[in-house]
Nanobody
Framework: QVQLVESGGGLVQAGGSLRLSCAAS????????MGWYRQAPRKQRELVAA???????NYADSVKGRFTISRDNAKNTVYLQMNSLKPEDTAVYYC?????????????WGQGTLVTVSS
């Protein structure tokens, strides 16, 4: 079974930094696009950043210049470096990936990791 395991969330003061990691595991043949989404209380889940297997990136306007997404294809892992954090970045952050495995072509979600930015 393909799984995404996230780590790196926590509590940080405004202006601080955090780095999220997400590793895909299971009988994976390949991992295609990977990304990070977030959902704040009483809001819809939104795309934060995404990266293709070739390294092409896409960011939400609200995080451009502050967040950086990267990946290590050998480790099937995606990272999100978050700098200059703001209270409005507070949310549960979810990892997302499109994978090829014995289970077929799947969109997989992580369990979520909470990021809290205090003012």
């Amino acid at each position: 079974q393909v799984q995404l395991v996230e780590s790196g969330g926590g509590l940080v003061q405004a202006g601080g930094s955090l780095r999220l990691s997400c590793a895909a595991s299971g009988n994976i043949f390949s991992v295609h696009a990977m990304g990070w989404y977030r959902q704040a209380p009483r809001k819809q889940r939104e795309l934060v950043a995404a990266i293709t297997s070739g390294g092409v990136t896409n960011y939400a306007d609200s995080v451009k210049g502050r967040f950086t997404i990267s990946r290590d294809n050998a480790k099937n892992t995606v990272y999100l470096q978050m700098n200059s954090l703001k209270p409005e970045d507070t949310a549960v952050y979810y990892c997302n990936a499109y994978t090829d495995s014995y289970e077929g072509y799947l969109e997989v979600w992580g369990q979520g990791t909470l990021v809290t930015v205090s003012s």
